[in-house]
C-alpha cells in the first residue's frame, strides 16, 4: 500500500508553461517536504511546510500544504529547461522524537526549450 | 566540502560476493539512514542510526547488516548478493531532535548485481 500518492508521474512541458504535481495521503503528517534530485545524484530538499494552510515560495515554485495536513502540491510557474528533474515529495512520520520520511513515487518532469 | 559522501558510487558484483558501501557526513548530524531507491525511483527507508544506536529497522533481509562507528559515518555490508539487490542506495542524515526530518542525501551508491 502506497502511503502518498504522487500525480502525475512523468510530465513533459514546454518552457513556459505552469504545471502542477499532487501528493496527497489518508495519512496525516507532521510535516511534508518536497526535494528534487537529478540524474546520478541524491535528493536535495527544496521545502518543509508545516502548518496546515501553509505556502511557501521559492523563485517560480509555490508549495502548498493542504488544511488537514493530509497532502500538498507544487505548482512551477513558467517552467524552464533547468527545472527538469525528479520531484519527490516525502512525509515526516513523528513518534516521539523520531522522524521517518515517507517518499512519493516521485514525478519525472521535463521541460523542453 | 561535501556534506555527505558514500563510496564507491558505481559497484558491480556477482551474486552470491559479500560488498560494503561506506558513508559519512560531516554536517554534525545525529541521525544517518540508508535509503534504497528502486528502478522505478521509488525512494524507501531501510535503517536509521541515532548516535551510532539503531532506531529505524525496516524489513529488510538479514543480509543487510548496518554498522555505526560514531555519529558521523553508518556503514552498509551485504552478504550474498542477490540479483533483487541491484539498486541505488543511498545514505542520509539528519538532526533527530529537529521538529522536522530534513534529510540531506549522499551522491548514492548504484549496485549492479550479475
Known amino acids: 500500500t502506497q502511503l502518498l500518492e504522487q500525480s502525475p508521474q512523468f510530465l513533459s512541458i514546454q518552457e513556459g508553461e505552469n504545471l502542477t504535481v499532487y501528493c496527497n495521503s489518508s495519512?496525516?503528517?507532521?510535516?511534508l517536504q518536497w526535494y528534487r534530485q537529478e540524474p546520478g545524484e541524491g535528493p536535495v530538499l527544496l521545502v518543509t511546510?508545516?502548518?496546515?494552510?501553509e505556502v511557501k515560495k521559492l523563485k517560480r515554485l509555490t508549495f502548498q500544504f493542504g488544511d488537514a495536513r493530509k497532502d500538498s502540491s507544487l505548482h512551477i510557474t513558467a517552467a524552464q529547461p533547468g527545472d527538469t528533474g525528479l520531484y519527490l515529495c516525502?512525509?515526516?512520520?513523528?513518534?516521539?522524537?523520531?522522524?521517518?520520511?515517507?517518499f512519493g513515487q516521485g514525478t519525472t518532469l521535463q521541460v523542453k526549450p | 566540502d561535501t556534506a555527505v559522501s558514500q563510496t564507491p558510487k558505481y559497484l558491480v558484483t556477482q551474486m552470491g560476493n559479500d560488498k560494503s558501501i561506506k558513508c559519512e557526513q560531516n554536517l554534525g548530524h545525529d541521525t544517518m539512514y540508508w535509503y534504497k531507491q528502486d528502478s522505478k525511483k521509488f525512494l524507501k527507508i531501510m535503517f536509521s542510526y541515532n548516535n551510532k544506536e539503531l532506531i529505524i529497522n525496516e524489513t529488510v533481509p538479514n543480509r543487510f547488516s548496518p554498522k555505526s562507528p560514531d555519529k558521523a559515518h553508518l556503514n552498509l555490508h551485504i552478504n550474498s548478493l542477490e540479483l533483487g539487490d541491484s539498486a541505488v542506495y543511498f545514505c542520509a542524515s539528519s538532526l533527530r531532535g529537529g521538529r522536522n526530518t530534513e534529510a540531506f542525501f549522499g551522491q548514492g551508491t548504484r549496485l549492479t548485481v550479475v
Open positions: 495519512s496525516v503528517f507532521s510535516s
Open positions: 511546510v508545516v502548518t496546515g494552510g
Open positions: 516525502a512525509g515526516d512520520r513523528r513518534s516521539g522524537n523520531t522522524g521517518k520520511l515517507i
